[in-house]
């Protein structure tokens, strides 16, 4: 049975339409991904591409035991992708901001697997989508308002541990 182990919410402002959950142990840099992906991915990072209209991001971090339940609300959009973290010190980082440490607590460094779920404010759309040849407005299901709590855009991330330390690998799925 998954059991939740820890939660850290705040709040974010992307910028260049891109914030990224990383490792702060690992040098970071702009991947060279698919930018027809929402997430872009490298060893020790992920980063969520998000519309042009978006200026503040409350994002929720959840640290399980094992694989979360899977969700019956409805999301804007949601991708899975396996990580390792090498080092376990979290940061969220904007390019304009640099990271900002959080006290999410990891059970193990190693092979990760996270959830991210996105949803936006229906009040502040239409929304665009950020993605690279692409410019239809974004899907905005009801059901998330005291999520968003005022924000642009709400972004949970749901994380747990897959394997041990594959030091250089990251993979999407």
């Not at 899977?70 to 980082?93: M, N, R, Y």
């Not at 904007?94 to 996270?114: C, E, F, S, W």
Request: include cysteine; aromatic fraction near 8%.
């Amino acid at each position: 049975m998954s059991r939740l182990l820890d939660v850290f919410e705040t709040l974010i402002s992307p910028s260049y339409r891109i914030f990224g959950l990383v490792d702060a142990s690992v040098d970071t840099y702009a991947p060279h991904a698919d930018r027809t992906n929402w997430l872009l991915t490298a060893p020790g990072m992920v980063y969520l591409q998000v519309p042009p209209q978006v200026i503040r991001v409350l994002v929720r971090l959840e640290s399980w035991s094992t694989a979360p339940p899977e969700s019956d609300a409805q999301w804007s959009g949601a991708e899975d992708v396996e990580v390792e973290i090498p080092g376990g010190d979290l940061a969220l980082e904007t390019i304009d901001g640099g990271q900002k440490g959080i006290p999410l607590i990891l059970p193990a460094v190693g092979l990760h697997r996270m959830r991210w779920q996105w949803t936006f404010n229906r009040a502040g759309g239409p929304f665009t989508s950020p993605l690279a040849g692409h410019r239809d407005p974004l899907p905005m299901p009801p059901g998330h308002d005291e999520e968003l709590n005022g924000a642009d855009q709400f972004c949970l991330v749901q994380i747990w541990r897959t394997g041990a330390s594959e030091a250089g690998s990251a993979s999407r799925s």
